[in-house]
């Protein structure tokens, strides 16, 4: 069947219409998701960057679950040592307290009582050392924990390594008591339990020091993360994000055009109108 011929003013029309309505569909898809790329035919340049900004964002706020975990193992750890810490300055207590008692016999079931308490007190160490865990990582049991930071693995790390949490050992030196060692003139023993608890003391602050520094690196990378994450996002927002207010506008203004064109088409179709009322 033979194409039925438009006028140029009718088809000129027509044209005009079929863009505004196109325009139309596009303003209100705009409306619509929120948002001016949709699809990389809107913007090939703005759709893929867009797409990897939000990727790294992604990647990034990934790592956050494991600086929170690096951070509370930390806070675990840092609480163990406070309370060890206090333990050993109550050992100290109780030792100097049987050093102070008189050498004879009569004091004899004293020092021994208290030999015994300090006993009790550094097997609460060792307790305390086996509860200062989170997540099954302890740093009072020897255990390490690297944390990632960035989107790469391997590429930004931070290394946790732990130590030995426990008396006996190399941070804590305070050994065993007997009441057997305290009685009598066991003061020089009682004067070698002071000065591993001192020492021991010592250890630990310097343990705290670290603990505290690489406290403070998780808690900046991870206040850091979370920035860079909402400064990518934002970026990739601004690439697709419409302009709502601007989209509204245009919607109301393309209403307005198609409307008037319309009224052009049917203008335009005035003069075959005549026509048909010459042949009737």
């Known amino acids: 069947m033979a194409d039925i011929s438009l006028t140029a003013g009718i088809r ?17 898809a705009r409306l619509g998701s929120g948002k001016k790329v949709n699809s ?3 913007n090939p340049s703005a759709y893929f960057t867009a797409q990897a900004l939000t990727n790294r964002s992604g990647d990034l706020t990934a790592r956050l679950d494991g600086i929170a975990k690096g951070i509370q193992t930390v806070k675990a750890a840092n609480a163990g040592v406070t309370s060890i810490t206090d333990l050993l300055k109550q050992a100290k207590g109780v030792a100097a307290d049987a050093r102070a008692l008189s050498t004879a016999a009569s004091s004899d079931s004293d020092r021994s009582a208290a030999a015994v308490k300090f006993q009790t007190l550094l097997t609460q160490i060792n307790e305390m050392a086996k509860d200062s865990g989170y997540d099954g990582v302890n740093l009072l049991k020897s255990d390490s924990l690297t944390v990632q930071f960035a989107e790469k693995a391997g590429s930004s790390t931070l290394a946790l390594t732990g130590f030995a949490g426990t008396s006996g050992g190399a941070v804590i030196t305070s050994s065993s008591a007997t009441a057997s060692a305290w009685k009598g003139n ?8 002071i000065a591993a608890i001192e020492t021991s003391v ?9 603990l505290s520094t690489n406290l403070g690196i998780l808690t900046t990378r991870q206040n850091f993360t979370k920035t860079m994450a909402d400064t990518l996002t934002t970026g990739a927002d601004n690439l697709t994000n419409a302009d709502l207010n601007t989209e509204a506008a245009n919607l109301l203004a393309l209403n307005t055009r198609q409307q008037l064109g319309v009224n052009a088409l049917s203008l335009a179709s005035q003069a075959s109108q005549s026509v048909l009322k010459l042949l009737g």
């Open 12 to 28: 000129s029309n027509l044209l005009s219409l079929q863009g505004t309505s196109d325009l139309l569909n596009q303003t209100q």
């Open 40 to 42: 990389p035919i809107d």
């Open 186 to 193: 066991g003061n020089s023993t009682i004067d070698t339990a």
């Open 202 to 210: 010592s250890n630990l602050q310097v343990q705290s020091k670290t």
